[in-house]
């Protein structure tokens, strides 16, 4: 067995001793009025065993980090997968730094889904090592992308935190306007949480199939000098196309639920590379996500944040308020040296500017200033409870744009970072 | 706010007009704050900020718009809102084409959106005037929001009371009453021992019965030096407009060449490019036969020049100053000059060609003689042939009137014509014109041109060891950017006031006891949940057990 080899099976151990972990956080939970047990007990119990559990997972984690480290060659950093795996890694290291300071156990039934689905979504990237473009050939490879991971994993405790507090005080039997609104709100927000699960099973269900659908796509361009070029591309569809290219003719389409061609065309004005395999993509984790979530909510016949919510109760929601915020605030610091100061050196000894308003760049920016004016909203406004967890709640959504929603949707310097 | 007009205490502090709680004993000063039983605001300790004057003029308004920290927030949401509207479509100045134009790009290539992206100047957000109006906005408020705060901050920091009056401790966000049994003058030493373990410093006053323990008071000062870090990276940013502080050119140079780098004293040679790919062996399986690039790579010497510089006659006199191989991510850099690996061309140049001359009749060769294609010498002879130099062409072509012209000065498709003399040539010589590269001969029909000579004489390159080219461009990056110390210094400061102001957290916890009555409250600026331990490990330590959150007076946040 070769190191890779080892690598690959420490991270499907990490991945199932995660999700014994959170099934044993939700036994703590869930399990309080099981029988004649004390219910106190129980739950420090079940809670100290669904700990354990996590750490041994993180230590699974870090043994396939170090391991395919060593294996390849190259810090695993520099690609989508390898970046995301990261990054589900380090909200692990996040989470239990944070469980060590305030010793709330039940913080981990948020983060460690929030790891699971996370790394659940690096899988569906490749996953083979790819030997590092001159670009990335830097020691600022290592510190600036840990560094920047660690950071954006601080801000996915907090917000974690801030979801659970949110489901801890939104009143479900509130049926004033405001609280009508806020019950909607958080729906909304945990539907969101089933479309990226929706994606990750239709990407997982269609690859298990081995669907494959081609197009040839005709592409006029205005090159800079004024010219019109015209070229063909083929596009692969891993998923059945609902949206086939833009101005394209079908090569080879398997059959799905009778369909042998895409269903509708994708519009012109959707820019970028492979735009029509995106939004196809968009459209079916929203369907799958969708099916997911009505099928959920057939069985419980409420909505889920209002199933959600008496699990909570025993939770004191300013102990969520105060990690929330904690959390964004240690996160603070090592994201600015990270994605942001660090950033700068490696751009200014490799491109020789330190700041070029890249879109990454600027994503990277706007997130930090996103976080300072949550932090000059608390500390100086006295934002507190509500409007903060909501606040790291969008936040987290800003996050992910900067770190996936970039890529895929808006090329730049960072586009090498080996998206689909 | 209503602002107390008489502003002494009662304690007999005189206080700054605008001051929420008395320097001295905290109690309240205005009679509203007084009645209410809320906990208190203890933002800057109540202090008087300077910007709370009671007839403010113009500038003083000005002043009270910046120093508010609410206009602040606004500044940064429209800064990063408008800082999105730059990322939907690629912006200009990622085209370094002169050719770009900017105003059909958009909407050729968007539609009637990127035509109204470029009518409202977005091709342009980061350089545009309301952008860089908001981050000197920013940094405007990052000034006056610091001065107007920090000042009477240190003061009252600087002169703290031990004794705090009643309304001020019971309306802590932490506090705690109860009754002492132990004599209250040793219950407090012992309160105060207990926490200097927790490292706090502790101050009793000279009654005994009074305590004041406080802790990391640097982390106050953490937001302000982080602000004047970003104020000094925000000058160091603008500084970079200071003509000279920033130079952003690019320079081709063809493998072996020496070029001068425009606006600067040095000349650059290439030593060669070359590229590197990855074998095969090293690719996972969908990246073979992908081309994957190892390395990009430029030997370069740079000089500088000491004598005749800038002369149109003399050549340079070049001396030599630094080698190094530039690589992606190792710059050369000498002094604040940086040359970076940018791009690179793979098309080969000609240099020069060493042909010999062969007399077709009687089949014997001369030669051979070297030819440049920069600057040839204009005579030569080669057996018993002379020749004469009459024109050159370095990118020959025909145009529509039918005369050769250039299309570039770059040695593309070179031409030559020559006067030659020798046996069996006119007295006054023979034209002939002379392709160095065999495309090019045949593509302009050589022999036609030179008709009759054609059949007498050939000049042919013998061998591609007689060829001498260039295998490839490298195109470098030329940087100078003085600014930049001065941005790391910003950066440095910005971090250090960030790590002081998160990691650590100014504590302090006030008792008294009056008549074995004891009166606690604790502050902090954040983590509440640490001070409330530190606060009820200590009275654990004096007799008094309790859950740290009893201590919570509704306020464990921030």
């Avoid at chain 1, 059945?240 to 042998?260: D, H, R, W």
Wanted: net charge neutral; glycine share 8%.
């Amino acid at each position: 067995m070769n190191w890779l080899d080892f690598s690959s099976s420490s991270f499907i151990a990490a991945f199932f001793l995660y999700v014994f972990a959170f099934i044993f956080y939700m036994v703590a939970v869930a399990g309080k009025k099981w029988g004649k047990r004390d219910a106190k007990q129980h739950e420090a119990r079940w809670s100290k065993i669904a700990f354990i559990t996590s750490s041994l997972g993180l230590l699974a984690h870090l043994s396939f980090f170090f391991t395919r480290w060593i294996g390849s060659g190259q810090i695993p950093t520099s690609n989508m997968y390898e970046f995301i795996t990261l990054l589900g890694m380090t909200i692990m290291i996040a989470y239990t730094i944070i469980h060590f300071i305030y010793k709330k156990p039940l913080l981990g039934m948020f983060a460690l889904p929030l790891t699971i689905i996370i790394i659940a979504y690096a899988s569906v990237f490749p996953q083979e090592v790819q030997p590092l473009i001159p670009a990335l050939q830097s020691n600022w490879l290592k510190i600036h992308v840990t560094m920047a991971a660690l950071g954006e994993a601080f801000f996915a405790v907090g917000f974690a935190a801030g979801l659970m507090y949110l489901l801890r005080v939104i009143d479900y039997n509130d049926h004033t306007k405001k609280g009508k609104r806020a019950q909607r709100w958080l729906e909304f927000t945990l539907i969101s949480i089933f479309i990226v699960i929706g994606f990750i099973v239709a990407a997982f269900g269609f690859k298990g199939a081995g669907y494959v659908a081609q197009f040839q796509q005709e592409t006029v361009d205005v090159s800079q000098v004024g010219e019109l070029t015209t070229s063909y591309d083929v596009v692969e569809y891993t998923m059945p196309p609902i949206f086939k290219p833009y101005n394209s003719e079908a090569l080879q389409v398997t059959e799905f639920l009778g369909m042998t061609d895409g269903l509708f065309e994708t519009p012109s004005w959707f820019n970028g590379v492979n735009s029509g395999r995106k939004l196809n993509t968009v459209v079916w984790s929203i369907i799958v996500g969708l099916i997911l979530y009505g099928i959920i909510r057939l069985i419980i016949r409420k909505p889920l944040g209002a199933a959600i919510h008496p699990k909570l109760e025993g939770i004191d929601p300013d102990d969520l308020d105060e990690i929330s915020y904690r959390a964004i605030v240690i996160g603070f610091p090592i994201f600015t040296l990270g994605a942001l100061i660090f950033a700068m050196i490696w751009a200014e000894i490799a491109w020789g500017r330190f700041w070029g308003w890249d879109p990454k760049e600027v994503w990277a920016l706007i997130t930090w200033l996103y976080y300072s004016a949550y932090l000059h909203f608390r500390l100086s406004r006295g934002w507190h409870g509500r409007p903060s967890a909501w606040l790291a709640v969008i936040g987290f959504v800003i996050v992910l744009f900067t770190l996936v929603g970039v890529n895929l949707l808006i090329a730049g310097m960072h586009s090498y970072a080996g998206v689909d | 706010m209503l602002l107390p007009v008489n502003s002494k205490c009662e304690c007999g502090h005189q206080n700054a007009v605008g001051t929420v709680l008395c320097e001295a004993c905290g109690k309240p000063l205005e009679e509203q704050l007084m009645k209410s039983n809320e906990p208190l605001e203890m933002r800057y300790d109540g202090v008087a900020r300077r910007s709370q004057k009671a007839n403010p003029d113009f500038l003083d308004k000005i002043w009270n718009f910046f120093s508010s920290v609410k206009i602040a927030i606004y500044l940064i949401i429209i800064t990063f809102l408008g800082a999105m509207l730059g990322t939907i479509f690629p912006q200009a100045s990622t085209f370094i084409s002169a050719t770009f134009n900017p105003k059909v790009y958009y909407s050729e290539q968007y539609g009637l959106a990127g035509e109204i992206y470029y009518f409202l100047g977005l091709h342009n957000t980061y350089s545009s005037w309301w952008f860089i109006t908001l981050l000197v906005m920013i940094g405007t408020s990052l000034v006056i929001c610091s001065i107007d705060r920090v000042l009477p901050l240190y003061r009252a920091l600087n002169k703290q009371q031990i004794r705090k009056h009643h309304a001020f401790l019971k309306r802590q966000k932490a506090t705690y009453s109860g009754q002492v049994t132990d004599e209250p003058v040793q219950w407090t030493k012992q309160y105060g021992e207990a926490l200097k373990k927790k490292g706090y410093k502790v101050h009793i006053d000279e009654s005994g019965t009074a305590l004041l323990a406080e802790k990391n008071r640097f982390s106050r000062w953490g937001p302000y030096i982080n602000h004047i870090g970003l104020i000094l990276f925000l000058l160091a940013v603008l500084a970079r407009s200071i003509p000279d502080w920033n130079v952003d050119t690019y320079v081709s140079i063809t493998d072996g060449d020496t070029v001068p780098i425009v606006g600067t004293n040095y000349y650059v040679k290439s030593d060669g490019f070359s590229m590197e790919l990855y074998d095969n062996d090293e690719l996972p399986i969908e990246l073979k036969d992908s081309g994957r690039v190892k390395t990009f790579k430029t030997d370069v010497v740079l000089y500088e020049c000491a004598a005749n510089c800038g002369d149109d006659f003399l050549q340079p006199e070049l001396k030599e100053v630094k080698e190094h191989t530039i690589l992606v991510n190792d710059p050369l850099r000498y002094k604040e000059l940086k040359l970076h690996q940018f791009d690179f061309n793979l098309t080969p140049r000609i240099n020069a060609v060493s042909p010999m001359i062969i007399n077709k009749e009687t089949g014997e060769s001369y030669g051979p003689f070297h030819l440049t294609m920069v600057d040839p010498e204009l005579y030569y002879e080669v057996g018993p042939y002379s020749m004469e130099l009459i024109d050159k062409y370095m990118d020959f072509s025909i145009n529509s009137e039918g005369e050769p012209i250039t299309l570039s000065s770059s040695p593309n498709a070179p031409a030559f014509i020559f006067n030659i003399k020798g046996p069996n040539l006119a007295e006054d010589g023979e034209m002939f014109m002379y392709f160095p590269l065999e495309k090019d001969k045949v593509r302009f029909s050589q022999d036609t041109i030179n008709r009759e000579l054609a059949n007498k004489l050939e000049i042919k390159v013998d061998g591609m060891e007689n060829v001498d080219f260039s295998a490839a461009t490298t195109y470098l990056n030329v940087r100078i950017d003085k600014a930049v110390k001065f941005l790391w210094i910003g950066a440095f400061f910005s971090m250090l006031g960030l790590i002081m102001g998160t990691y650590w957290q100014h504590r302090r916890i006030w008792l008294r006891i009056d008549d074995n009555q004891l009166t606690l409250g604790a502050h902090t600026n954040k983590n509440w949940f640490g001070l409330r331990a530190d606060a009820a490990y200590a009275l654990k330590r004096c007799g008094i057990e309790l859950d740290p959150k009893s201590l919570d007076n509704g306020g464990h946040k921030g």
